[in-house]
């Protein structure tokens, strides 16, 4: 489903995750995110509240990513869920203890499986679902 160019942009863009839960939108920007071998998309939880109990509320999520330079970008729809351990979290944990020299922690990370990819990119594909 994560072609080469998809997963290219994924990973040297950041990501704007959106959720929804009783009718209300939260969107955010995501830097502590991956993308593992199997193609699921991993998002550490810094500071994310509203989307943690967006994700609980109804497991799912769309994430944009794209290429300022190039234009070259992609959503991506999918089932979400929250693990507050694993091999993932301590990855999560490691780099915010990194970056933010202690002063905080990953708490736990969203494993999105993706269900859908589409094409932002304008010209002839914008909204092909690849």
């Known amino acids: 489903m994560l072609n ?40 550490g939880d810094v500071f994310m509240e509203t989307t ?16 300022a330079q190039t234009m070259e970008g992609y959503q991506v729809k999918g089932s979400a869920v929250y693990v507050t351990e694993g091999e993932v979290v301590e990855k999560f944990k490691a780099l915010a203890a990194e970056l933010f020299h202690g002063a905080c922690t990953a708490k736990g990370a969203v494993i999105v499986t993706p269900e ?7 010209g002839p594909d914008n909204k092909k679902e690849l």
Request: proline share 5%; glycine share 6%.
């Open 52 to 67: 943690m109990k967006n994700v609980a509320a109804n497991g799912r999520v769309a994430i944009s990513a794209y290429n």
């Open 4 to 43: 080469e160019n998809v997963v290219k942009v994924l990973k040297e863009n950041l990501w704007d995750v959106a959720t929804c839960a009783d009718g209300e939108p939260n969107v955010v920007p995501v830097g502590f995110k991956d993308v593992t071998e199997d193609g699921k998309l991993v998002i």
């Open 116 to 122: 859908r990819v589409i094409v932002t990119a304008p």
